[in-house]
């Protein structure tokens, strides 16, 4: 092998891919990209951090175009088809994707926690009294109570909308209502719980594009956090909870469910990156504004 030559440019194209896709560390991809021009340039034309981004996030191949703005102005680079231009996509992308996977992995060292507004709730006994807004803030003598059930594997569910159009989520938390009733301590709790996140249509529909896994719920009154197998790219800014049956049968016989805290954690991509969705289709725009930094806790919570 010649001096100052990587090994890179002895082997085939594809062989080469797999070998830095096996890199799953973003830090270690830039690192590599600094190892020589050649890698460099290897790694832009081949989109390595753009394919990293669309394994660990597969929300993102519904990305229809992109426009970077750059000093308030829109530069839509997607529209242009000249050689220098299709460089600057790449060059554009690598950045773009870059800066997403830093922020992306950050949530591991840093989360941070959102602020809700509440949308719906599947069912609500006594409306306004016990609706889902009281579940926002972590006051004692209020919560949400669904309407009663017949049957205790009965389901229920409550949206809420997170602050920012695109983020990413590692954890949502829930408190389960608990109080004394009928001269004991009751608990209000579902059996298990499951959380989707997507937007709504121009409809004003919930669109799902993840479903976690089920969860279990310790059958007690005190937050219990529920953290993500992998932290999940939420476009769209709509959280689902599903409610899955039910532990505490009332005096008349039927089963409840109700809630008194939710707060979600991850980080925050805005304002660097936002979305518009597309109708019908589903897919979005992305918008990256590459001079400003995502939001940090404190401004996230005053939101």
Same mark, same amino acid.
């Given at each position: 092998m010649k001096k100052g030559v990587g090994f890179l440019e002895y %082997?085939?194209? +594809?062989?080469?891919l797999k070998i830095l896709m096996l890199l799953n560390n973003p830090a270690d991809l830039?690192?590599?990209?600094? $190892?020589?021009?050649?890698? !460099? +340039?290897? $790694?832009?034309a081949n989109g390595i951090l753009k394919q990293l981004c669309f394994t660990k996030f597969p929300q993102l191949s519904k990305i229809s175009g992109i $426009?970077?703005? /750059? !000093?308030?102005?829109? +530069?839509n680079l997607n529209v242009e088809s000249s050689s220098g231009t299709e460089l600057a996509i790449l060059e554009r992308d690598h950045k773009l994707y870059a800066s997403m996977l830093k922020y992306m992995f950050n949530t591991k060292e840093s989360p941070i926690e959102f602020m809700l507004s509440d949308i719906s709730a599947s069912s609500t006994d006594h409306d306004p009294i016990e609706s889902i807004y009281n579940t926002l803030t972590p006051v004692r003598l209020t919560h949400w109570s669904s309407k009663g059930h017949s049957d !205790?594997?009965?389901s229920e569910t409550l949206l809420y909308e997170l602050n920012t159009s695109i983020s990413v989520v590692t954890e949502i938390n829930i408190r389960p209502y608990e109080a004394f009733h009928l001269g004991k301590l009751a608990l209000w709790s579902a059996k298990s719980v499951r959380f989707r996140m997507g937007h709504q249509d121009s409809q004003g529909n919930f669109v799902c594009t993840y479903t976690s896994p089920e969860f279990s719920m310790n059958q007690f009154g005190r937050i219990q956090q529920f953290k993500l197998p992998e932290p999940v790219l939420c476009i769209g800014g709509f959280l689902q909870i599903e409610l899955l049956g039910m532990v505490h049968q009332a005096d008349d016989g039927l089963f409840y469910v109700g809630i /008194? *805290?939710? *707060? $979600?954690?991850?980080? %925050? %991509?805005?304002?660097?990156f936002n979305i518009v969705i597309l109708e019908p289709s589903g897919e979005f725009l992305l918008n990256y504004q590459p001079e400003y930094q995502p939001r940090?806790?404190?401004?996230?919570? /005053?939101?």
């Open positions: %082997l085939e194209t +594809d062989v080469a830039i690192r590599t990209s600094a $190892v020589s021009r050649f890698w !460099h +340039d290897f $790694v832009i $426009v970077e703005l /750059k !000093h308030k102005e829109m +530069d !205790h594997n009965a /008194k *805290y939710v *707060y $979600v954690k991850g980080i %925050l %991509l805005q304002p660097t940090t806790n404190a401004v996230a919570k /005053k939101a």
